[in-house]
DNA sequence: ATGTTAATTTGTAATCGTTACAATTTTATA
DNA sequence: TATAAAATTGTAACGATTACAAATTAACAT
């Protein structure tokens, strides 16, 4: 679903946003990357390419971000906030052994929460902790 | 599910963990308490009756408690951990509004997520964000 | 173009939750 | 009662995040 953002400039400005260079590199960043970055993350790996970077603006642009709607916030562990540019409602793995989080697809709805059955829900959030596969393979 | 534990000292030891004055009531208040609270709020709340009590004792205790299994840590928001006795699968939702943090039931497994079949899980986690119904009520 | 204002970025300092660590107190044991 | 072990405590340190003011960049009117 996030396939058919191909101007990155074009999706902010309609989010209204606008296109800075620092908010474009770090919104593609996020896009390209599958391993829900934290902060530190994005910073180390764009401060490569743009030297003057602070990381108050990766701060700030993230939060940016969220507000308007466009990135989602994964809080897995405690100190450990995580970024992802998909805002659709998806789960998280989180494997204990290589610390990766990888994405998982699941269906909310059909769980029938009778004890909220009023309530206004704005998000969802599932995550799981445990072994990955590759993991158990090699613990074998 | 809790109403079982009718002594907190036999529970502790049947736990492996020495039941000190604090210890039980720290333990004990989490037992009493709907709020899923934080370090800060059990805390301030002990420290009137334990006034030697140190915030460092809070997180030592809070640490043995989920390292043995008997309490869980909750993770909604970023900088507020908070503590649950109740261990069993749940969700928790978090009003915007109000900011209290409630409980729900449901059955996670009719879920059927094929993503990860092969995991081992461990900890399973779902929290929803919104408004509760109360809030929306006054809210008209 | 040029000057002026607004928006963005940046760096430093402050804040807050949590942990490290050593000293003190309490508990268990010989 | 003496000694060792465990638990508690207080202070300092740490790391993630935010506050804030200065500097830079962009926008916009003259």
Redesign the pocket.
Same mark, same amino acid.
């Given at each position: 679903m996030l396939g058919k953002i191909t101007n990155v400039g074009e999706f902010l400005k309609s989010n209204d @946003?606008?296109p &800075? *260079?620092?908010?474009m590199r770090i919104f593609e960043y996020l896009l390209g990357s599958k391993d829900h970055p934290?902060?530190?993350m994005i910073y180390k790996e764009l401060i490569g390419e @743009?030297p /003057? !970077? &602070?990381? /108050? /603006?990766? *701060?700030?642009?993230l939060? !940016?971000f969220v507000e308007h709607g466009i990135v989602s916030r994964i809080t897995i562990e405690?100190?450990? /906030?995580r970024y992802d540019a998909d805002t659709a409602v998806h789960g998280h793995f989180k494997c204990e052994k290589c610390e990766k989080v990888l994405d998982f697809v699941t269906d909310l709805s059909v769980l029938n929460i009778q004890d909220i059955k009023e309530f206004q829900i704005n998000q969802q959030h599932l995550y799981f902790r445990g072994i990955c596969s590759d993991c158990l393979k090699k613990g074998e």
């Amino acid at each position: 679903m996030l396939g058919k953002i191909t101007n990155v400039g074009e999706f902010l400005k309609s989010n209204d @946003i606008k296109p &800075s *260079y620092q908010r474009m590199r770090i919104f593609e960043y996020l896009l390209g990357s599958k391993d829900h970055p934290t902060v530190d993350m994005i910073y180390k790996e764009l401060i490569g390419e @743009i030297p /003057t !970077l &602070s990381k /108050t /603006t990766v *701060y700030n642009t993230l939060n !940016l971000f969220v507000e308007h709607g466009i990135v989602s916030r994964i809080t897995i562990e405690e100190n450990e /906030t995580r970024y992802d540019a998909d805002t659709a409602v998806h789960g998280h793995f989180k494997c204990e052994k290589c610390e990766k989080v990888l994405d998982f697809v699941t269906d909310l709805s059909v769980l029938n929460i009778q004890d909220i059955k009023e309530f206004q829900i704005n998000q969802q959030h599932l995550y799981f902790r445990g072994i990955c596969s590759d993991c158990l393979k090699k613990g074998e």
